[in-house]
């Protein structure tokens, strides 16, 4: 075999090896991304009424949070034909001013792969004020299992 005859079978070898690796990363892609519709269109959290309105009704989700001296609690989740609505309220237990921070909630399934994460700022608060949290989606989330709220990077 020549020279010329070797490095051309080698350049065939090598393309297929990355056609390979394309077609897997693909395939490995569009699994996750069906795992995580399917996460999204299960409503084992959610009661659905009759106009289409999904509430939220995971215990987890409606256990008080709290977020440096800050306690978030009375959380609704609900989704509809305009999205996904989520509030709560949120007082300042602390002794000192609180807030005046982006905050990040990141809504999880069972498993704890997130669904969705939404950012929204939390304005300071005196030692014992309290004040709506409210954040708004596109995308529905209404059946999550837990949210993880922390101060935004």
Known sequence: MKKQEKIGILVLIVISLIIIGILYIVKVSVRKGNETSANLKDNTYVDV?????????????????????????????TNNDKGTILFGTITNISNEVAGGFLTEIK???????????????????????????????????????????????
């Open 49 to 77: 009424f009759s106009d289409g309105t999904k509430l939220n009704n995971s215990t987890k989700i409606k256990e008080p949070k709290t977020l440096e001296g800050m306690k978030i609690e009375n959380i609704q989740l």
């Open 107 to 153: 809504a999880i399934d069972e498993k704890g792969n997130e669904l969705a994460t939404a950012h929204v700022f939390v304005g300071k608060l005196e030692p014992g004020e309290s004040t709506q949290l409210n954040a708004s989606s596109t995308v529905d989330y209404s059946n999550a299992y837990d949210l993880i709220i922390k101060r935004a990077n």
